[in-house]
C-alpha cells in the first residue's frame, strides 16, 4: 500500500488567515487529490492536484480559495485562504493509482478557525 | 456527474449479527466500487472492493455485491465484532472520470457487545 504523509496534523486559526498543508506520497502514487471532511459529514472532493499544473477544481471550490500546488510527483500543497469558522473541517491528501481507483488516505489536516 | 446514495445512514447491531449497507449509483460508466471504513479520528481506509465485471466479492467476513442492472452494490458483515463499529463509506469510481472517486454520506455502524 502507497503511504501518504500530511502536516500539520491540526492547528488552530485565526479569521482572515491562510494556513499551507503539505502532503508526501511514496513513489506508488500518481494521482493526487485533496478532500474535505467537515464533522460527521461524508468527504467531498476540493480539486485534483496535477502535476506541474494548475489544479482541476471541482464545482464550489475555486483556485483563489484553495491554491494548490504540486511541483514533482509525490509532493503537494494546499492552502486555505482567508479563513473563516466555515473552513473548519478535516482536510485530507490522497492518492492513487488511476488504473485501480483505490485510494490512500493521509491521516488528515484537522484545522479550526476562530 | 456521478451521484451515490447510501443506507442506512445509522446501524446499530448486536455482536454476532450480519450488517448490511447498501449504495446506488447514477453513472452507468462508473467500472469501480470501493469501500472504506474510518475509524473515529482515523483516516479512511479500503476494506474491499470490486469491479463491474464481477458480481460478488468475499474476503473472511466482509462480502460485495453488485448489480450493474440496478446501479445498486452491497456491503455485507457477518458475525460483527465490537472492533467493527465505525463508519463505512461506499465510492464509485470510473476510468473516464480522471480517477475520482464519488463518495456516499456514510454509515455509522456501532455493534454492541
Known amino acids: 500500500s502507497a503511504v501518504i504523509s500530511q502536516k500539520p496534523s491540526r492547528d488552530i486559526c485565526q479569521r482572515g488567515t491562510s494556513l499551507t498543508i503539505q502532503c508526501q506520497v511514496d513513489?506508488?502514487?500518481?494521482?493526487m487529490f485533496w478532500y474535505r471532511q467537515q464533522p460527521g459529514q461524508s468527504l467531498t472532493l476540493i480539486a485534483t492536484?496535477?502535476?506541474?499544473?494548475?489544479?482541476?477544481?471541482e464545482s464550489g471550490f475555486v483556485i483563489d480559495k484553495f491554491p494548490i500546488s504540486r511541483p514533482n510527483l509525490t509532493f503537494s500543497t494546499l492552502t486555505v485562504s482567508n479563513m473563516s469558522p466555515e473552513d473548519s473541517s478535516i482536510y485530507l491528501c490522497?492518492?492513487?493509482?488511476?488504473?485501480?481507483?483505490?485510494?490512500?488516505f493521509g491521516e488528515g489536516s484537522r484545522l479550526t478557525v476562530l | 456527474g456521478e451521484n451515490v446514495e447510501q443506507h442506512p445512514s445509522t446501524l446499530s447491531v448486536q455482536e454476532g449479527d450480519s450488517a448490511v449497507i447498501k449504495c446506488t449509483y447514477s453513472d452507468s460508466a462508473s467500472n469501480y466500487f470501493p469501500w472504506y471504513k474510518q475509524e473515529l479520528g482515523k483516516r479512511p481506509q479500503l476494506i474491499i472492493d470490486?469491479?463491474?465485471?464481477?458480481g460478488e466479492k468475499k474476503d473472511q467476513r466482509i462480502a460485495v455485491t453488485l448489480n450493474k442492472t440496478a446501479k445498486h452494490f452491497s456491503l455485507h458483515i457477518t458475525e460483527t465484532q465490537p472492533e467493527d463499529s465505525a463508519v463505512y463509506f461506499c465510492a464509485a469510481n470510473s476510468n473516464t472520470n480522471a480517477g475520482k472517486s464519488t463518495f456516499g454520506d456514510g454509515t455509522t455502524l456501532t455493534v454492541k457487545p
Open positions: 490522497s492518492g492513487g493509482q488511476g488504473n485501480t481507483g483505490e485510494l490512500f
Open positions: 492536484a496535477n502535476q506541474g499544473s494548475e489544479a482541476t477544481y
Open positions: 513513489s506508488q502514487v500518481t494521482m
Open positions: 470490486i469491479r463491474s465485471n464481477v
